[in-house]
Structures are given as C-alpha cells and as structure tokens.
C-alpha cells in the first residue's frame, strides 16, 4: 500500500489528476460552507439585496477554487514554459471573465435596490439608473480588460499610447456624435421631460416624447409625424415642459375681446359659464376670467381653465372658442374685429371735364 502511494506521488501525472479531482471537491466543499454558513446569515437579513449578490457570487467563488486546482495540476506537470504560460493565462482569462460577469449581476441589482430606496433629492433615482448602470459596466470591462492584459504579459505602454492618438482622431471625427452621446447622458440625469411628457421646444416645435435615447429623443407631434431631434439640439435649446411641475395638470388661456360699450360684469358672467361641462376642464381650480387689457378695438379679457391632459390642449381651446362666440352672440354681446375709419376733411375742387 505504502509502496503504491509512494509510486503514485512520484507520477505527475497521477498527482495532477489528483490536483483536478482535489480541486473539483474543494469547489463542493466551498459550496457547502457558503449555503450552510453565509447563506444562513443573509437569509436572516431584512432585505434580500445580499441573497441575490450572494447568489450572483456563489458561481464565481466555486469555479474560482475549481480553477485554482487546475492552475496547480498544470504546474506539476512540468509541461514546456509557452504551452505552460499560455495556459495559465488562459486559467487567469476564465477567472477574469467570471468574475466579470459576476460584477455585472451584484452592480445591477445594487443599483436596482438603491433606486427603489431613493428620495427625492437623491442622486441615484430611477431616471438616472441607466447613466449609472453603463459607468458601473464601463468600469467593471476596463478592469476585466487591464488584467487579461496582465494575465497574459501584455505591455500596456504601446497600447495606452495608441489609444491616446486613436482616441484624439475619433474625437474630431465623431464630434457630432459624442456631442449627442453626452447631451443624452445629461438629458438622462437631468430629467427635463420624461417619455410621455408634452414639450415645446424654441421653435415652437410641439408634440409628446415617445422615446429618449442616448444619441437622439423622438417627438410625436399632433400630426401623427415621429420627429427625431439630435439631443444636442435639445440640450442648447430652451424646453417647455407642458407636463412638468408638481402638478399633472396645467392652465390653458383663451382670449377674447368685448366691444366698448357692453356692460362688464355681463361679460364676465358670460365667460365664467362658458367652462361649465367642458369635457377635460377641471372643477378644482375654478376657471377663472381676468380682464388684461384695454385693446385698440375692445377690452380684452382671458378665461384660464385647467386641463387633465396636455396632449387635449388643441381640442379644449377649440371648444372653448366655440362656446364662446355662441354664448356671446346669445347675450348680445359683440365680438369687435379690427375697422378703421375714414375721415375727409376737405375735397378738391372738381375739375370741369374737357
């Protein structure tokens, strides 16, 4: 027995298989005392965050000793240095490429976790998620890629300088295009509108936003027309956000001008009924009349209302129109339109005709 032992200690074939199959068991062994250990403790916790990372890291932690086994069998068997370097690299790369992944799935569901948390004035919200879950993945492949590089002996100076140029020449080429790519970032973490939000832009430019991505924002306009608008564009304009502020709704303004003459307060009792069963004008606030100005033509009043939806501005202001003309011309009241008059103060003389 003891000879046989001592014969298969002295075959580096015999131990190496002995290294893989050790290996294997070490990984189960892992496994055991992570769920019987550390799967006990976080199963205890309040939250499942650690469940789910443990669960994520549970992979990694037992390929990581299977690998390590394998790494050790490679070196007992004295194979010639390349093949033996290029294999230990590779050992290294699989290692690397797990861990990676690993680091993607912990990043994801932290950053999920932290967002279903996040206050009002917290950095992390549901709208920034996406900007943060692309640095996070940036990251997390920069270190993968600087240690393959390390892994297998690559000089990294040759490389970082060639970068630098191909970096600078991409710049002014792609201008344009990184312009975009961080005016979409910004737009991400700012928030000024949201995917169904209502916005008008400076050149009057109208319509909801159907989508908001990292190199343009789509619009859909009342006409049924899908604009697709650079987000550089938007990020040096001016925005107006129909479906911003703390509120949902919003005040819609209908003006219209009262003849000189007609009794003021007749006026506005007119316009104060006119809003009555208008469908999407609110009851709370009260439509309200507000008499702006004396016109050249009239005296010029506004009915504001409020509206439940942005996207029915265009149908409640005609509506309102309509109504407005009706009940005006019922309670005899005139709408002025712009007239002027003439006056001849002195005629020439008329000449005889020849």
């Given at each position: ?333 005139e709408i002025p339109y712009s007239k002027h008059d003439v006056y001849i103060k002195e005629q020439p003389p008329l000449r005889a005709a020849s």
């Amino acid at each position: 027995m003891l000879e046989t032992l001592r014969e298969l200690v002295g075959n580096r074939y015999a131990v190496a298989g002995l290294l893989v199959v050790g290996g294997l068991i070490g990984g189960w062994i892992a496994a055991f005392v992570i769920e019987r250990t550390v799967g006990v403790l976080v199963r205890r916790t309040e939250t499942d965050l650690d469940d789910k990372i443990m669960e994520a890291l549970h992979r990694p932690l037992v390929l990581s000793v299977v690998l390590f086994g394998l790494a050790l069998a490679v070196d007992v068997l004295k194979i010639p240095d390349k093949p033996h370097a290029y294999t230990i690299s590779a050992l290294k790369t699989v290692a690397i490429f797990v861990w990676a992944r690993a680091g993607f799935r912990s990043a994801t569901l932290f950053l999920q976790v932290l967002t279903t948390r996040a206050k009002k004035n917290d950095i992390i919200q549901p709208r920034t998620l996406p900007v943060f879950d692309m640095v996070f993945k940036i990251v997390i492949v920069g270190a993968a890629v600087y240690f393959i590089f390390l892994a297998w002996k690559i000089d990294l100076t040759a490389w970082l300088a060639s970068a630098g140029v191909v970096g600078i020449a991409v710049g002014f080429a792609a201008k344009d295009t990184l312009a975009n790519l961080f005016s979409g970032i910004f737009i991400v973490a700012d928030a000024p509108y949201k995917v169904g939000d209502y916005i008008v832009l400076d050149g009057g430019l109208r319509g909801r936003v159907t989508s908001i991505g990292i190199r343009s924002t789509r619009i859909l306009t009342l006409d049924d027309i899908e604009i697709t608008i650079p987000n550089a564009v938007i990020g040096s304009s001016k925005i107006i956000n129909e479906a911003g502020g703390p509120q949902v709704h919003q005040r819609l303004g209908v003006t219209v001008d009262a003849a000189y003459g007609c009794d003021i307060d007749r006026v506005h009792e007119v316009l104060g009924e006119v809003a009555e069963g208008v469908p999407h004008v609110l009851k709370d606030p009260k439509p309200v009349v507000r008499f702006t100005a004396f016109g050249g033509s009239g005296l010029t009043h506004v009915l504001y209302v409020w509206i439940d939806d942005a996207h029915v501005r265009e149908k409640v202001a005609h509506e309102l129109h309509t109504r407005i003309y009706k009940a005006f011309e019922a309670a005899g009241l005139e709408i002025p339109y712009s007239k002027h008059d003439v006056y001849i103060k002195e005629q020439p003389p008329l000449r005889a005709a020849s």
